[in-house]
């Protein structure tokens, strides 16, 4: 079952970038004016995301930053398999910050030579404590944030926001629990 669950992230980059070639009727993604790659380093916990098919049965997900380079960003991404108490999960990834979009719009990538969009289209910009990440097709987005409790006004403010950028929040999986907000 791991095997398989290690290239599942595989078919989901290939699913967002096929995805990624056909935003259907939206208007463009409006991201963030600008991102200190330095403060957003670290680990996040997922709060919240869209359903996708690389996370089926994952639980618990968490998202971990490490400067390799100028342009380039290590990425792991971690969670329970099957449960809430279920093994650790694990994949190692990058993720390429894309040039003039003053570190807004990343390309992720699991499996050469195979990249997704990762936008940033809000931010705490003074602690960065949480962000919201989504793509132009508007097929996936998280909501992730440092502190795994995270929640109230601005958790409300942020599902408001992703809704009026055209993401479907009604399918939202809320802390591994699907509720409609």
């Given at each position: 079952?791991?095997?398989i ?46 359903p ?19 342009s ?29 979009t ?17 936008w ?12 919201l ?45 699907p509720?409609?907000?």
């Amino acid at each position: 079952m791991n095997t398989i669950k290690k290239f599942l992230p595989v078919f989901g980059i290939i699913i967002m970038l096929i995805s990624g070639c056909s935003s259907g009727n939206y208007p463009p993604l409006d991201v963030v004016d600008s991102v200190d790659v330095q403060k957003y380093l670290g680990k996040w916990y997922e709060i919240a995301r869209l359903p996708n098919s690389f996370q089926d049965d994952c639980y618990r997900s968490t998202a971990e930053y490490e400067l390799i380079d100028s342009s380039t960003l290590r990425v792991i991404n971690s969670c329970n398999e099957d449960s809430i108490d279920g093994e650790i999960d694990q994949v190692t990834g990058k993720a390429f910050i894309v040039e003039n979009t003053n570190n807004a719009k990343l390309k992720v990538q699991f499996f050469w030579p195979f990249k997704g969009d990762y936008w940033i289209i809000a931010l705490d910009q003074q602690d960065y404590s949480y962000a919201l990440v989504g793509t132009p097709s508007r097929k996936y987005l998280w909501l992730l944030a440092r502190d795994k409790d995270f929640g109230g006004e601005v958790f409300d403010n942020l599902i408001k926001i992703a809704a009026a950028k055209g993401f479907d929040t009604s399918k939202l999986i809320i802390r591994d629990e699907p509720v409609n907000p």
